[in-house]
């Protein structure tokens, strides 16, 4: 029946129904719309979720894990831990531990030393204390570290490796062969040389066999990695100083990081 045959009643009916069919034709447009904007929005938090924990996972895991050559006697972090010994790779177990982040270029970290050195050997020789040295290169601007700052972490990784009972004392060589070049923070002009390093572990009981060693280069890139857990955990600057994992800033004083500990 055309349009024209119809009556003014059934034409009505019709236009009737052909809006109810185009109101659930657009309605069913709708639900399908809201369906694919629910899916596209799941997808999205998925990917969203996937991207964060890969995020989360690169950063919670040790720049360190991929290093193929790791000394011995150190700790997962880079770490180089003295136990009542004073021997690389030991510890006092149960005692308070005292984190040293340095750099041996950070004329700051040679202060720490002169202040505080004596003490922390007393401590940790006693039995009192644990030390855990971490050796980083952060003012190194060579680009590979070859600067004095990044020979030096490498000569230290090498002592804790194959002489670690020289380790304390190469540590406190390493600051005086800096502090009598003259050289100025992070500088390269006036640096000491790998000889200078090799002689500065000899007068600090490290063997011949392993002094000459130094300079191999081998521990470069467990160094590198050292530097950069540094900056993935937070830290900014050296000396950073923590007792059983709290920041410690008194250092400067004499006998405060002593009694810092004793009240761990």
Request: aromatic fraction near 6%; charge should be negative; charged fraction near 25%.
């Amino acid at each position: 029946m055309t349009t024209s045959n119809m009556t003014k009643a059934e034409r009505r009916e019709a236009a009737r129904e052909q809006a109810r069919q185009l109101r659930e034709a657009q309605l069913r447009r709708e639900k399908r719309n809201r369906r694919l904007i629910v899916v596209g929005v799941v997808v999205l938090i998925a990917v969203m979720a996937a991207a964060l924990f890969a995020i989360v996972r690169q950063g919670s895991e040790s720049a360190l894990k991929s290093v193929e050559e790791v000394p011995a006697n150190t700790t997962l972090d880079g770490g180089i831990s003295l136990g009542s010994s004073l021997t690389a790779g030991t510890a006092n177990e149960g005692a308070p531990v005292i984190d040293v982040y340095l750099d041996f270029t950070c004329s700051y970290c040679g202060q720490f030393e002169e202040i505080n050195a004596d003490d922390i050997d007393e401590m940790v020789a006693a039995g009192d204390a644990t030390v855990v040295y971490h050796p980083v290169a952060i003012l190194d601007r060579t680009g590979d570290f070859s600067g004095f700052s990044g020979r030096a972490a490498q000569a230290a990784a090498v002592v804790a490796d194959k002489a670690p009972e020289a380790y304390n004392d190469l540590q406190a060589a390493l600051f005086d062969l800096y502090r009598g070049a003259g050289a100025t923070e992070g500088a390269t002009a006036a640096e000491p040389t790998d000889a200078d390093i090799a002689a500065a572990a000899l007068e600090a009981g490290v063997p011949r066999e392993v002094a000459d060693t130094i300079d191999d280069g081998t521990f470069t890139d467990w160094v590198a990695a050292t530097t950069e857990q540094f900056g993935r955990d937070g830290f900014t600057g050296t000396p950073t100083v923590l007792v059983d994992g709290e920041e410690f800033v008194g250092w400067q004083e004499e006998g405060a990081l002593a009694e810092a500990v004793a009240g761990a």
